[in-house]
C-alpha cells in the first residue's frame, strides 16, 4: 500500500473536515485562557467538569445502546449498573486520592503507575470478552465511541502549561499535540463513520490507534522526566507524575479511561468487519 493510497484512505471528505469549524476555534480559545488565566486550570474545575460530562455521556450512551437489544429489562438494567458503579465508584477514588496528595511523590505505594495500569489490567479483560458487551457495541452507534473523545481537546492545557514553563516541554509538547490532535479529529471521524464507509472505518481504526500511542508517548515521557525507577532526565520544573492535582488525574483516571474507550471502539469496528 502507498503512502498516497493511505492518506486517501483515511482522510475524512469535505463534509467530515466541517466538524473541525467549531472544534478548532474553541480549542484554540481554551489554550489561550488557560495561558493567560493559568488559575482556571489549576483549580480542578475543567478536568473535574469534562471528566463528569464524558461520564454522563458515557452513562446515556450505554443504556440507550442497551435499550437497541434484545437483553430483558432487568438484564438491561444490571448490566449498566456493572459498567456505572465502578466507573463512578473510580473517578471518586482518583479525585479523593488526587486532592489528599495521595498520588505525590515520595509516598510508600507507587500509586499513580497503579492507576494508570491497574483499571485497564482488570477492565480491558472484562469488557473485551464479555458477551454482553459485545451485544451492547453491536447495537450502538460505532460513532459514537469516537465523537465521545472529543474530550480530549482539554489535554491542550499542557501545551499551554509548557508554553508558560509549568511543565518539562519534553512531556508537555508531545502529549498535549496528541491529545489536541485526537480530540480535534474525534468529530469529523465519528461523521466519516457515520456513513458507514470502507473509508470511514479505516479512519476510525487509525484515529484509535494514534489515540494509543499518543498514551504510550505520554506515559513514557512522564515516566523518565518523574521522580522514580523509571527518571532519566531531570527537569527544571516538576513533571506530570510529582503527583500534584488537578494535574495528575489526567493520568490517574483521564488516560486509563480513553484506553479503555479506544480498545472498546476497536472491538466494535473489528466485530462489524468480521459479520
Known amino acids: 500500500m502507498t503512502a498516497a ?69 432487568d438484564q438491561r438494567r444490571t448490566t449498566w449498573l456493572a459498567v456505572m458503579i465502578p466507573d463512578t465508584l473510580w473517578f471518586a477514588i482518583a479525585w479523593s486520592g488526587a486532592i489528599n496528595g495521595v498520588f505525590r511523590t515520595g509516598t510508600r505505594l507507587p500509586a499513580l503507575p497503579l492507576a494508570i495500569f491497574l483499571p ?41 502549561a509548557g508554553l508558560r514553563g509549568a511543565l518539562p516541554g519534553l512531556l508537555a509538547f508531545p502529549a498535549g499535540i496528541g491529545d489536541t490532535l485526537t480530540g480535534l479529529f474525534a468529530v469529523p471521524v465519528a461523521i466519516l463513520l457515520a456513513t458507514g464507509t470502507a473509508q470511514g472505518r479505516r479512519a476510525a481504526i487509525a484515529w484509535n490507534i ?30 506530570i507524575g510529582a503527583g500534584a492535582y488537578p494535574d495528575v488525574l489526567t493520568p490517574a483516571f483521564v488516560v486509563p479511561s480513553s484506553i479503555l474507550l479506544h480498545l472498546l471502539s476497536l472491538r466494535q469496528l473489528t466485530r462489524r468487519s468480521d459479520g
Open 210 to 239: 494514534f489515540g494509543l500511542v499518543d498514551f504510550a508517548v505520554a506515559v513514557t515521557l512522564g515516566a523518565i522526566t518523574s521522580p522514580g525507577p523509571f527518571q532519566l532526565i531531570v527537569p527544571h520544573v516538576a513533571s
Open 120 to 160: 485497564v489490567m482488570i477492565g480491558a479483560p472484562l469488557l473485551l470478552l464479555s458477551k454482553r458487551v459485545g451485544q451492547v457495541l453491536d447495537a450502538m452507534p460505532a460513532s459514537w465511541l469516537v465523537a465521545l473523545q472529543v474530550y480530549r481537546i482539554f489535554g491542550s492545557w499542557a501545551l499551554a
Open 5 to 73: 493510497t493511505f492518506s486517501a484512505g483515511i482522510v475524512p471528505p469535505r463534509s467530515a473536515w466541517r466538524g473541525l469549524i467549531w472544534v478548532v476555534p474553541l480549542t484554540v480559545l481554551w489554550i489561550v485562557l488557560i495561558d493567560w488565566q493559568p488559575l482556571i486550570q489549576t483549580s480542578g474545575v475543567p478536568t473535574t467538569a469534562h471528566q463528569l460530562a464524558a461520564h454522563g455521556l458515557i452513562a446515556v450512551g450505554l443504556w440507550l445502546g442497551l435499550e437497541s437489544t434484545d437483553l430483558t429489562p
